[in-house]
């Protein structure tokens, strides 16, 4: 039992670490960086430790410090108490839904079977969009206690565009539950072994909505409509300063990470190097013994898993740099007269494809 | 004439999609982010980079500026570490933000001696307006505007340069005192 709880605590500790401590502040830096590289600038990279400026690495202790030391400001005839939990609702969320992402396989190690998800809840799919959907209450919270016309605006914005959102991504994953024919997470990933049967191969129109709708759900540009800098000075976030604004751009950043730690999962063949099953990858390092060789192999598959996270935050960081922002009516166009009725209709075709194999 | 913008521009369903042009966008950027990340690398790896990648990585980086480019006025200072200058006093005319003010000295002009010098030669850069008038003024080949043009200072006291910190060796302006030759000749001075 202690054993158990030890592993479950070292899960815990490694995804707080990996999401918390390594990627949202390197996201930071990451995303300073590419989007000079793209438009032909340098970039942040003046923050020096004794001369030393490590291509601007250290800008992100300065970020911490400057968010750390500056003044919490709360506005006049704001609701004291809502303004400060709101961005804590809006964090929290982004961070529990790791709780069911399985970022690897299972494993024998000294006689004991390893499972490398914090929770395997059999309903691990449906936590994840009853966990995010649950930020939405604090965006909504955080722009109607800042007592602040923009704030409300944007936070008003981001209940609308969460919602037909939702929708969307809702129905995609019906699809992808089709197929599979599981909500457990780490099914979803055992499934995907197979090359061929990766989520990409069996739901290519799933993949681009599911992506579109979790991008929009992020609220990361072409969505960026609730924090519009050029209409709502900074959406619901306006009055916000200090650490409870880097709150705000921490849960952003931990955001990108789920969306491609869970696009990884459905459709991307989760922790599976293509063409090799776990198995052949075992047999590759038998002179190893039994914990030796599945240590090993975690270890590849943990990090074939991160890179595809990384790769999917690239992906959505170069679309936050070329597109431009949609018009408020564009958003609502695209959730409900296109990805909607797309969505209905990869249902049926899923559907009637399954039937027809059958 | 007033011109009219058609808005009406009738689209292709494909076009009306937008996901080529979107991909098209996804494809430039990002050639423009490898082009990048891999063109800044002689840079760090202390080797000349690609002319096309023309970003420059300014402190530690710095670009060759064109002769012709006027960054601080310096005094030409001969070999026998006496200035060119024998404080005439034209480019204090010539000048026309007032910067320069010069006190000369003189002695008795005999073979192997100097007549006159500047006791006192100071330019004060937080007033210079980098024209070169004085350059084009300076009938002793004396004064020359260098290509050094980092002379931003927290104190606006520091910013008026005495003629020790002005003196510059005349082999280090040989490119720039070839290239007022030319350029005034045309004038015939």
Redesign the interface.
Known sequence: MWVDLIITLVKIFFILGVTVAFFAPILTWVERK?SA??????GANRADILGFTALGLFHIIADALKMFTKEDFIPDGANKVLHTIAPIIALVPALLTFAVVPFGGQYTLFGKEVNLVISDLDVGLLFVFAIASLATYGYVIAGWSSNNNWSLLGSMRTASQMISYEVTMGLTIIGVLMVFGTMKLTEIGAIQEDFLRWGIFLQPLGFFMFFTASIAENKRIPFDAPEAESELVAGYFTEYSGIKFGMFFMAEFIEMVTIGAIMTILFFGAWHIPFLTTATLLSWFDFLGTTGSNLVVMLIHVGVFFAKVVLFIWIQM??R???PRFRYDQIMNLGWKILLPLSLANILVTGLVILALN | MAYYVNRNIKMTWWERSYIPEILKGLLLTSRRFFYNLFGFLPFFLGTEKDRRIFTVYYPEEQVQYPIAYRGRPVLAQNEDGMPACVACGLCEIACPAYCIHIEPAEDSGKQNQYERWPEVFNIDYAICIFCGNCEEACPEEAIFMSDDCEISMLDRKKMLYTKEQLLVPVADLQKRIEFTRNMYAKWNY
Do not use: C, K, P, S
């Open positions: 590419q590289l793209m438009q032909d600038r340098i170069i679309v740099w070329t597109l």
